[in-house]
């Protein structure tokens, strides 16, 4: 049974442009990006941690590919108690990772391959192990060394409540107060204030002295040849004067389109969903720094680039982050939270394509990163719809791996026929689910620890890819260590079991990116097939030449007899002409 009457091939063509991207043709503005989460994406040395000269040995891999640039998650001196997302020394390469020569080295074979180079800056907070928070601690309440971070003297007679209610985005508490000396007052021991792990003190960007030492990190990363930075929690350096009480809660992604329109993120009970606008977050003042460091990556030739994270909603208020004059890119996490289903896609895309054109700015589109379920686990689990959620744990209900797999592949294929940028992360060209049933004695994500295991955390999207099907490891390394245990499936969906392999997550991938360069649907103008712009199931759209049909209904849908199929993301029936359920397809209008 079919879900409609039958449409012809002029049907796809119907439909006036209603988006047409900005600007004036910088690389970041259509580019694909691969994101890279260094520990786990190759490992070189054998100890069972992915590094830079690893990443280096797998360049040929993007390159092959067909993506345009990488962004790596950071690789600084750290001790690694968030991942690496607690640097103490923004100038240097951890030992785990290499050195600054492996660096350059990874850099300048990637620029070989033409493929530009995105570093993670973390501006918001420093590891406890950096050297200003280690002075700090040693200096006085009041002093210079204090005044680089948010101390603050406790409340009550004796000092020993928090300075204010403000809860860690990882669960407890967000102040820390310090060890007594004999040097305290009578307020006794400051506290320091850190949005995340209590090993994450937050910076103070009222403070010049932070800001001129963040620029002068962004030169030192520029002058070595870098294309940009992807800058962590964006929205969060200010914080409101008088850090006063609030009572909301805070997310690690959220994502809404436009106030008006239909929210496909909007809690069950009815809430706006505007859980990340407390006094912590998205403040006027964040604005300032990134016209500064606009005037930074300009003095630079290559069109170097700046990209949010910021976890900021609606999307108006993430556009105010890539004005003319701010960042460049912003990562839209209005997509990656939005449910399957046609209606909800179309007016994300809209809303997506609309507000960041009225900033000038390309829209970006994102399904999976090293903080959410990847997409193909996300889209098993039927009744959370898609949305993002902190990690599956062995005892939640299990994802259907075959559905998620299948709607995983169709929500990437109409991702990659959408103009904007788009971002991909690692291990989803092999189609990779989480590992959603890791023990709880390997899990390293402070989110895990700080929720009493309430949460299990964001570990089981950040295990270590598998290159070489069955070898020890799984290819990961020359030891066949690995830093988190692999799920038994990684082995069939190794790289090596891929390449070359009709039908595979990889050559699909490899085939839309080809086709998205050959027919630069990223810098193309989008049009919706008037016919099948109120279809229930289906998403239809045509992007420069090229017609994108995404069917997220449970029946099958009948496309045009004679329209020539460029790439689908499952098996046609070529003799019925239908898209099944869950299928998207690029055809040639
Ligand atoms: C960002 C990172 C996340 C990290 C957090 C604190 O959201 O993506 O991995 O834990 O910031 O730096």
Redesign the pocket.
Known sequence: MTSTAPITTSDLTAGAPVHTPAGSGEWWRDAVIYQVYPRSFADGNGDGTGDLPGVTAKLDHLAQLGVDAVWL?PFYRSPQK??G??VADYRDIDPLFGTLADFDEMLAGAHERGLKVIVDL?P??SSDQHAWFQEALAAAPGSAERERYMFRDGRGPAGDQAPNNWQS??GGPAWTRLAPREDDGPLGPQWYLHL?DST?PDLNWDNPEVRAEFEDVLRFWLDRGVDGFRV??AHGMIKAAGLPDWDGQVA?VEGTVEEGATDPAAPEDGSTGAGNRGPMFDQEGVHDIYRAWHKVLAEYDGDRCLVA?A?VEPLSRLARYVRPDEMHQAFNFSFLTAPWDAATVRTVVNASLSTMEAVGAPTTWVLS???VVRHASRFGLDEIGGRQLNGIGATDPQPDAALGLRRARAATLLMLGLPGSAYLYQGEELGLPDHTALPDDVRQDPSFFRTNGTEPG?DGCRVPLPWVGGAPGNGFGPTGRTWLPQPDVYAELAADQQYGVKGSTYEMYRAALGLRRSENLGAGALAWVDSLADHPDVVALRVADVVVVANLGATPFTLPAGAQVLVASGELDEDSGELPSDTTVWLRA
């Open positions: 998650s968030d991942a997302y607690d973390v918001n907070h985005i990882f995340f994450q962590d929690v690690m994270e976890w990163n090293h903080d964001r």
